[in-house]
């Protein structure tokens, strides 16, 4: 059973940065995304990071803010989180996504294996 686990989240004031991590229990070839959901919202996408590295995607919201990244090596991918704002305020969930011949994708439904989410509070 893949398992995820995320950490990292915590409280900080706007305009800081905190650096977000999720560890894969089992090696495998996975897209990465990082979704978030705020209190009464749905679900959104805010960044994905294909098997290789070589394609990555950001939610309009996060760009020229926030920096996702992986280490193959160990089954880690990491969203490096800058210039923080009050309405970044979510739990963070991290997600794998089998290759399978896939692309890389901003869509909920196409990811397979989900974590059990990190609370991140920017306050203002």
């Known amino acids: 059973q893949v398992q995820l686990v995320e950490s990292g989240g915590g409280l900080v004031q706007a305009g800081g940065s905190l650096r977000l991590s999720c560890v894969v229990s089992?090696?495998?070839?996975?897209?990465m995304g990082w979704f978030r959901q705020a209190p009464g919202k749905e679900r959104e996408f805010v960044a994905a990071?294909?098997?290789?590295?070589?394609?990555?995607d950001y939610a309009d919201s996060v760009k020229g803010r926030f920096t996702i990244s992986r280490d193959n090596a160990r089954n880690t991918v990491y969203l490096q989180m800058n210039s923080l704002k009050p309405e970044d305020t979510a739990v963070y969930y991290c997600?794998?996504?089998?290759?399978?011949?896939?692309?890389?994708?901003?869509?909920?439904?196409?990811?397979?294996?989900w974590g059990q989410g990190t609370q991140v509070t920017v306050s203002s």
């Open positions: 089992v090696f495998g070839y996975y897209h």
């Open positions: 997600a794998a996504a089998r290759v399978l011949g896939r692309s890389l994708s901003s869509a909920l439904n196409e990811y397979d294996f």
């Open positions: 990071i294909s098997w290789t590295g070589g394609s990555i």
